[in-house]
C-alpha cells in the first residue's frame, strides 16, 4: 500500500514569505506527527495530531509555525514570514493509535529560505 | 546536556564487519527505545523496537537496552555496502502513540566494499 507522501518535495522561497507543507499520512492511521531536521542532526518532534486535534504542540517554536488536520487525514503545515533559520527538512509521520507507536516517515520536504 | 547522545561518526568499516551503534540517554522516564535507519534524502525508517532491557534480535541486526546505565546499542553483523546510511537512535517515554519521539543526533556508517 502507499506510504506516507509529503507534497512538495522541495520548497525554495524567500525570507518573509508563507509557505505550506503538505502530509498524506497511511490510509487509516489516525496519529500524524510532525518533525523538523536540520542539517547533521537528528528529527526534532513539532506537533502530533491525534484525529483532528492537535494533542501535543510543544514542538513548535514559535507562533510562525502552526498546523491543521481538519478530518483528520491530510495535514497541513503552515510557517509565516519566514526566515533563513527555518532551512531545514520537515518530515511527517503517521501511526495507528494504541500498542506499538511504530511511526512511518515520509521522505520530507526540503524547505529552503533564501 | 542533550537528552540523547549519539556519536555523529562517520564511522567507516569494511564490508563483513561488525558495527556496533550507541545512543545515551539523561531521562529514566524513556520507556520505549527504537533504531531508524536513514538513506540519504530519504525519510527514517524503523529497523528495531524495544521496550525492556536486554537483547532483540532480527536477522542480522541486534539491538540491545540496558536502563540502568541509561545505554542503547544497535549491533549489524556481517555488515553489506547496503548498510551505509545514518542510524538514528529514537526513544519514547510512553507507548500508544501519545508522545513524539526523541531522536539522537544519527551516527553516519559507511561500509566499505
Known amino acids: 500500500g502507499a506510504g506516507v507522501s509529503q507534497t512538495p518535495s522541495n520548497k525554495v522561497t524567500e525570507k518573509g514569505k508563507y509557505v505550506e507543507l503538505r502530509c498524506d499520512p497511511i490510509s487509516g492511521h489516525t496519529a500524524l506527527y510532525w518533525y523538523r531536521q536540520s542539517l547533521g542532526q537528528g528529527p526534532e518532534f513539532l506537533i502530533y495530531?491525534?484525529?483532528?486535534?492537535?494533542?501535543?504542540d510543544s514542538g513548535l517554536p514559535n507562533d510562525r509555525f502552526f498546523a491543521v488536520r481538519p478530518e483528520g487525514s491530510v495535514s497541513t503545515l503552515k510557517i509565516q514570514r519566514t526566515e533563513r533559520g527555518d532551512s531545514a527538512v520537515y518530515l511527517c509521520?503517521?501511526?495507528?493509535?494504541?500498542?506499538?507507536?511504530?511511526?512511518?516517515f515520509g521522505a520530507g520536504t526540503r524547505l529552503s529560505v533564501l | 546536556q542533550k537528552e540523547v547522545e549519539q556519536d555523529p561518526g562517520p564511522l567507516s568499516v569494511p564490508e563483513g564487519a561488525i558495527v556496533s551503534l550507541n545512543c545515551t540517554y539523561s531521562n529514566s522516564a524513556f520507556q520505549y527505545f527504537m533504531w531508524y535507519r536513514q538513506y540519504s534524502r530519504k525519510g527514517p525508517e524503523l529497523l528495531m523496537y524495544t521496550y525492556s532491557s536486554g537483547n532483540k534480535e532480527d536477522g542480522r541486526f541486534t539491538a540491545q537496552v540496558d536502563k540502568s546505565s541509561k545505554y542503547i546499542s544497535l549491533f549489524i553483523r556481517d555488515s553489506q555496502p547496503s548498510d551505509s546510511a545514518t542510524y538514528l537512535c529514537a526513544l519514547e517515554l510512553s507507548g500508544g502513540g501519545a508522545d513524539g519521539l526523541t531522536f539522537g543526533k544519527g551516527t553516519h556508517l559507511i561500509i566499505q566494499p
Open positions: 495530531f491525534q484525529g483532528t486535534g492537535a494533542a501535543d
Open positions: 509521520a503517521s501511526s495507528l493509535s494504541g500498542g506499538k507507536n511504530i511511526q512511518y
